[in-house]
């Protein structure tokens, strides 16, 4: 099973590892992101497998945010699958009369009004992936007249003014695209992450010279 999570300001690293004996294989992965507002976005992926074996589709569930519109094709027809719970911040997408499929397609609408501005679940399917460098191709839209912040999770590389793209070996769980209109949500925003990453330094800090006064002590006490 193949997935890796976002690794962001603030954010905990969601990865889960390969499964014993998975047959499937992801061969190559395209995913456009085209988003509308901090909460809101379209996406879009095509994926395309090797092997054998059952199709599963892995997302991660965000507080307060809801994919709507969801449809799935495998080898171009429309797909059935069961939902299942893997944890409560995980969902995997169970396809029907989908085992030894070659192409799977995959889109939705995210939409949210909770405390995760700025990252988007992407759709993760449960195979190996062949560890080519660059046989996953994510392309960001951002909506006209905004400003990309410059951070990013996977790291974006312009090629237009709105259009922003990532390559990796496998596919990122989650996307986290920080950008703005004006500039005082934005700057909200980066004073935030920044504040969140002081506080965790301090707590560090005071961890270990908490530790070193404590080795210190042990000693005396012990004399």
Do not use: K
């Not at 909460?39 to 395309?48: K, Y």
């Not at 993760?124 to 839209?141: F, K, Y």
């Not at 700057?187 to 965790?200: F, I, K, M, T």
Request: without cysteine; aromatic residues 6%.
């Amino acid at each position: 099973m193949a997935l890796f999570g976002a690794l962001a300001p603030a954010n905990a690293a969601v990865v889960a590892p390969q499964e014993q004996g998975a047959q499937r294989r992801l061969l190559s992965g395209e995913i456009t992101l085209d988003i509308e507002a901090p909460l809101a976005a379209a996406v879009a992926a095509t994926f395309r497998l090797g092997g054998e074996g059952e199709v599963v589709v892995l997302l991660a569930d965000l507080p307060g945010q809801r994919l709507e519109q969801l449809e799935l094709l495998v080898d171009g027809r429309r797909a059935m699958f069961v939902d299942e719970r893997r944890s409560s911040a995980l969902r995997a997408l169970r396809l029907r009369d989908a085992d030894g499929a070659e192409l799977l397609e995959i889109s939705y609408r995210v939409h949210g009004d909770g405390p995760s501005p700025y990252r988007f679940a992407l759709p993760v399917p449960e195979a190996i992936p062949t560890g080519e460098e660059r046989s996953v191709r994510l392309t960001v839209r951002l909506p006209d007249g905004a400003n990309f912040a410059g951070n990013s999770f996977p790291s974006l590389l312009s090629t237009g003014d709105t259009e922003w793209t990532a390559t990796a070996v496998a596919v990122p769980a989650i996307a986290h695209v920080v950008f703005g209109d004006v500039g005082i949500r934005l700057w909200a925003h980066r004073l935030l992450e920044w504040s969140s990453l002081g506080v965790a330094i301090a707590m560090l800090i005071g961890a270990w010279q908490w530790s070193r006064r404590r080795a210190r002590t042990l000693p005396e006490a012990g004399g």
